[in-house]
């Protein structure tokens, strides 16, 4: 089955930098751009951008423009957002969901999430 | 980028009644060429993930019990629970996905038993 698993939690300093992981399995990892997806404690869903896994092209939201990065390793599936200049809003829970390459849709798979504290 | 935004915020609705949870877009979603609209509707229950219900408007995901229903179009959309069950205490929130550059959702509606 689809399956996309993060990597753990991170407690980081303001202005350090943060890099989370989404390992793809169970379907043909070229075939879905992945996208990333932040939630604030108790808030609402806020897309950060998404990485096209068999080119590398990312895009990001302007928001995060000149802050996120995005890039992937196809020899094992896995796909890196790095966020840094963290500051203490940047304090969220950080999903990786799927969007199909082919055709413009919805995110049909999601991680698990990976919470990031940022706190001095 | 387009706003997304949902009334209400909050609803309480009885066991086995219908709950309603709409959507306004700021600009159409609406892509005249292929007459599809880009909204899709998301569960999120506590702790997890939010999961796909509805894509096109009104498409049900596979799985999706038949009591979660989509209509709309344009800017205008709206979520509907038949009969209300337990399990379906969550958040629901809508997504436009027209704008590719800037996907985005709406704040959210918290759904509870009355």
């Known amino acids: 089955q689809v399956q996309l698993v993060q990597s753990g939690a991170e407690v980081k300093k303001p202005g350090a930098s943060v890099k989370v992981s989404c390992k793809a399995s169970?379907?043909?990892?070229?075939?879905?751009?992945i996208h990333w997806v932040r939630q604030a404690p108790g808030q609402g869903l806020e897309w950060m951008g998404r990485?096209?896994?068999?080119?590398?092209?990312?895009n990001f939201a302007q928001k995060f423009q000149g802050r996120v990065t995005m890039t992937r390793d196809t020899s094992i599936s896995t796909v890196y957002m790095d966020l840094s200049k963290l500051k203490s809003d940047d304090t969220a829970i950080y999903f990786c969901?799927?969007?199909?390459?082919?055709?413009?849709?919805?995110?049909?798979?999601w991680g698990q999430g990976t919470l990031v504290t940022v706190s001095s | 980028d387009i706003v997304m935004t949902q009334s209400p915020d909050s609803l309480a609705v009885s066991l086995g009644e219908r709950a309603t949870i709409n959507c306004k877009s700021s600009?159409?979603?609406?892509?005249?060429?292929?007459?599809?609209?880009?909204l899709a509707w998301y569960q999120q229950k506590p702790g997890q993930p939010p999961k796909l219900l509805i894509s096109?408007?009104?498409t049900r995901e596979s799985g999706v019990p038949d009591r979660f229903s989509g209509s709309g179009s344009g800017t205008d959309f709206t979520l509907t629970i038949s009969s209300l069950q337990a399990e379906d205490v969550a958040v629901y929130y809508c997504?436009?996905?027209?704008?590719?550059?800037?996907?985005?959702f709406g704040q959210g509606t918290k759904l509870e038993i009355k």
């Open positions: 600009q159409s979603v609406l892509y005249t060429s292929n007459n599809k609209n880009y």
């Open positions: 997504q436009q996905y027209f704008n590719t550059r800037a996907y985005t």
């Open positions: 969901a799927r969007g199909a390459a082919a055709g413009v849709v919805p995110f049909d798979n």
């Open positions: 990485i096209n896994p068999t080119s590398g092209a990312a």
């Open positions: 169970g379907y043909t990892f070229n075939d879905y751009f």
């Open positions: 096109w408007a009104s």
